[in-house]
């Protein structure tokens, strides 16, 4: 999002980068000049005035101020930088600030100072998602929320957060695949819904209120950066409907449905000819009509001036701001709107009527989140301030939650854990050993603090540090030192991969090798070791690394995304034995030759044998990988056994339907038929090792071959806390209509009649759908 089009908007949206909305507490020095909205203790005259009223219905309060404003006055309410209307005490709003994975500064609505140096920065998605835990998911987003609220309260922050990114990360060399929670929709929904309703909760359980306002991002079909020239400014994704209705679009469903986020925001990409800021079916149509969004639309940083002077969509810029506020554009971020929307109502191209809708979502978010209740001091979270963010809880979590995703794709035995009490010198080698930033990927914010991986290490036994490469490019290696040191060592860690000068937004991969003499650097350190080899790759994306998974001598490796502030203490945990392993890959990691063979613009999800296209992701793709979607492995082992689980399910049809009377694949869903469709599959599941651990008890589904649906697709997941020999039961509630259906070719969503195969750990269930 947003950084790359920076040259695109108005000086005065660059420059605002100090919130005005905002109350400072006694004991701060800031200025309290203009802070709130409704502020009646200095203005008086606003007494009366209904949207001032906090008793009164939020569209009540909205109308009112609505019907206050002129045209000139409302247009300044459809950028990202809203105007003041110092006559009704309205002050400046800016409503761009990021938390993706914990307060940013990315935006000019949040920024650090002396007051508050930093905010805790949690794992990138990519690795929480690793963890497939969906509390954990939600624990995060409100204590990101606590921080954000804290900030806002001494003038720091805003209330509106344009996180999370819920694109389906497709394929493994986009950028920002890193921002995700991985390549299958059950879990990027489930993270998505899981975060918002973190960052969004009232704590006084209002279903009404908001802590602070989430947006899922970046809707739709968005997964293209930079890739060989082609960008995002001018890309068109040709989706069909059966991908859109079970692949792109499930995530936000979720987040609306599951999550009610207050915002949906959408990408600067074309969809099928059409930008998406611009597409009356997708933003009215579906977010609005068919999910009921209870928020605002918000257009990717100055997408309606791509639509207009990159993609040429409309002849003029007023066709461009009426055709985006008339298909359900209700913020700008940018100033295109606040430059074109006058001369679109007066050229009679867009009614006035439509900038009162727009602007009517945006005032009831903010009128949600308190913005017009008056002093903040006296309202909810008006106890918060400094000392709130960056509390040691915070800190403690943000190891936990790197610990809980890290995943061990190999450990041959007797390898991991390595044993503090026997290894009396290790050897750390490698580029990202003793790396900082790097550590917090992109959409960061300023750390409390860093732990290396180094620092971590070094904390458990004695090391001996080579950084083998300058940086993750390795043009260079200085093998002989690492070598050297790595022969006379008990144990050597490699820890390399890459950082944002390979993977980033704007910049998407075409390759999947680890860059430079990484992959050399790797081999002959290996060779000579005379202890174990521990490889720690710190990505986003996934790598070949077949020669490392087939060499004897890299004993283990372990994927730790980007591990957050804490990164390096996580990962001392795992090796040394602190923390049981538990984290599973959240994406497949495929071969080079699929990089050789497969465009990145190709959006079909489906293999098409005609022309050897393998298709994407563990639900569709037919050839080799190097790891598969859930791969990950644990010091400990688990059983699983199922208690229950039909092997029939008969789907109630009326004596009419024409599927009595003649052969069919699959059967419409409908209200009458879904009510009360449901089953339960139920399970114990148990420690046979010998260390306490988590496990995620996935609940997968082969489906039968009609409509191309998918080959294996994931229906539920659980994580659960294992000591040995100890067991719990899991239950998993099916319903027929949402889990055991697919979405034919025309993107309509079906009951799959046949045989449905459901896998749990090493369990195989067979069952029938049949009427």
């Known amino acids: 999002m947003h950084t790359l089009r920076t040259n695109n908007l108005s000086p005065c949206l660059l420059v605002l980068l100090v919130l005005l909305v905002s109350w400072p507490p006694p004991s701060s020095s800031q200025s309290n000049d203009h802070v709130f909205a409704c502020n009646l203790e200095t203005n008086p005259s606003l007494k009366g005035l209904p949207f001032c009223d906090p008793s009164r219905a939020i569209p009540e309060r909205v109308a009112d101020l609505v019907g206050r404003l002129s045209l000139d006055e409302k247009i300044t309410f459809l950028v990202s930088g809203a105007g003041s209307v110092p006559r009704l005490g309205i002050p400046h709003y800016e409503w761009w600030s990021e938390a993706l994975h914990g307060v940013s500064y990315v935006g000019p609505g949040t920024r650090f100072s002396p007051l508050v140096p930093g905010a805790t920065s949690f794992p990138q998605v990519i690795l929480t998602a690793a963890s497939f835990n969906t509390t954990l998911f939600e624990t995060i987003g409100k204590a990101v929320s606590t921080e954000a609220r804290a900030m806002h309260n001494v003038g720091l922050a805003g209330l509106t957060f344009w996180s999370p990114n819920v694109n389906i990360f497709r394929d493994p060399r986009w950028g920002r695949g890193q921002e995700t929670p991985g390549e299958d929709p059950t879990l990027t929904g489930k993270y998505g819904s899981g975060y918002v309703r973190g960052l969004q909760a009232s704590d006084d359980g209002s279903p009404d209120k908001l802590k602070v306002a989430a947006c899922c991002k970046h809707y739709t079909a968005y997964d293209v950066d930079n890739w060989k020239g082609i960008d995002r400014f001018h890309f068109n994704a040709i989706v069909s409907q059966q991908d859109m209705g079970d692949t792109f679009q499930p995530p936000f469903e979720s987040c609306v449905?599951?999550?009610?986020?207050?915002?949906?925001?959408?990408?600067?990409?074309?969809?099928?000819?059409?930008?998406?800021?611009?597409?009356?079916?997708?933003?009215?149509?579906?977010?609005?009509?068919?999910?009921?969004?209870?928020?605002?639309?918000?257009?990717?940083?100055?997408?309606?001036?791509?639509?207009?002077?990159?993609?040429?969509?409309?002849?003029?810029?007023?066709?461009?701001?009426?055709?985006?506020?008339?298909?359900?554009?209700?913020?700008?971020?940018?100033?295109?709107?606040?430059?074109?929307?006058?001369?679109?109502?007066?050229?009679?191209?867009?009614?006035?009527?439509?900038?009162?809708?727009?602007?009517?979502?945006?005032?009831?978010?903010?009128?949600?989140?308190?913005?017009?209740?008056?002093?903040?001091?006296?309202?909810?979270?008006?106890?918060?301030?400094?000392?709130?963010?960056?509390?040691?809880?915070?800190?403690?979590?943000?190891?936990?939650?790197?610990?809980?995703?890290?995943?061990?794709?190999?450990?041959?035995?007797?390898?991991?854990?390595?044993?503090?009490?026997?290894?009396?010198?290790?050897?750390?080698?490698?580029?990202?050993?003793?790396v900082t930033k790097t550590m917090i990927g992109n959409y960061e914010g300023t750390p409390c603090g860093y732990v290396t991986p180094l620092q971590g290490l070094s904390l458990s036994v004695p090391t001996v540090y080579i950084p083998g490469c300058t940086n993750v490019a390795c043009q260079t290696a200085q093998i002989d030192d690492a070598k050297k040191a790595a022969a006379s060592a008990d144990a050597t860690v490699l820890v390399v991969g890459a950082d944002q000068s390979i993977e980033r937004e704007g910049l998407d991969r075409v390759d999947l090798l680890l860059p430079g003499q990484q992959p050399l650097l790797i081999s002959e350190v290996a060779n000579v070791s005379k202890g174990p080899v521990i490889l720690v790759i710190i990505s986003g994306g996934g790598f070949d690394i077949s020669f490392a998974k087939s060499n004897d001598k890299v004993t283990s490796i372990l994927w730790v995304g980007y591990p957050g502030e804490k990164g390096g203490a996580a990962i001392a945990d795992v090796i040394f034995g602190r923390h049981n392993p538990s984290g599973r890959l959240p994406m497949t990691w495929y071969p080079q030759s699929f990089s050789d063979k497969v465009p990145m613009t190709n959006m079909n999800m489906r293999p098409d044998p005609a022309t050897g296209y393998p298709g994407r992701t563990y639900r569709f793709y037919t050839g080799e990988t190097v790891y598969k979607f859930g791969d990950g492995l644990s010091y400990t082992s688990f059983a699983h056994q199922l208690v229950e689980g039909p092997a029939l399910v008969s789907v109630p049809l009326e004596e009419s339907h024409e599927c009595r009377s003649s052969q069919c694949k699959s059967i419409n869903i409908n209200d009458q038929i879904c009510s009360n469709l449901a089953f339960n599959i139920h399970l114990k599941v148990r420690n046979t090792g010998r260390m306490s651990g988590a496990h995620t008890v996935f609940l997968f589904s082969s489906p039968p071959a009609v409509h191309n649906s998918p080959q294996k697709h994931l229906l539920a997941f659980e994580k659960v806390f294992l000591d040995p020999s100890s067991e719990t039961s899991v239950r998993f509630p099916v319903d027929v209509c949402k889990d055991l259906s697919i979405v034919d070719e025309v993107g309509s969503r079906k009951i799959a009649l046949g045989p449905h195969v459901l896998y749990i750990g090493d369990l195989e269930h067979s069952l029938e759908v049949r009427i």
């Not at 810029?317 to 985006?324: D, G, L, S, T, Y």
């Not at 971020?333 to 074109?340: K, V």
């Not at 929307?341 to 602007?359: F, H, P």
């Not at 026997?422 to 050993?433: R, Y």
């Open 257 to 434: 449905l599951d999550g009610n986020v207050a915002s949906v925001m959408c990408s600067y990409n074309q969809v099928n000819g059409k930008p998406t800021c611009a597409d009356s079916d997708l933003l009215k149509g579906v977010i609005r009509g068919q999910w009921k969004l209870n928020g605002y639309i918000v257009s990717d940083c100055d997408s309606v001036d791509v639509l207009f002077n990159s993609q040429h969509y409309t002849r003029t810029p007023e066709e461009a701001a009426a055709i985006a506020i008339s298909s359900g554009l209700d913020l700008d971020c940018g100033s295109f709107l606040g430059q074109h929307t006058s001369g679109a109502v007066k050229a009679g191209l867009l009614n006035e009527s439509a900038v009162d809708n727009a602007i009517s979502n945006n005032f009831a978010t903010l009128m949600r989140l308190g913005f017009f209740d008056g002093d903040p001091r006296k309202q909810l979270y008006g106890k918060l301030g400094p000392s709130d963010v960056c509390t040691p809880a915070n800190q403690e979590l943000a190891r936990e939650a790197a610990r809980q995703g890290i995943v061990l794709l190999k450990n041959t035995a007797g390898s991991l854990p390595l044993s503090p009490s026997t290894i009396k010198s290790l050897a750390v080698i490698g580029p990202n050993a003793d």
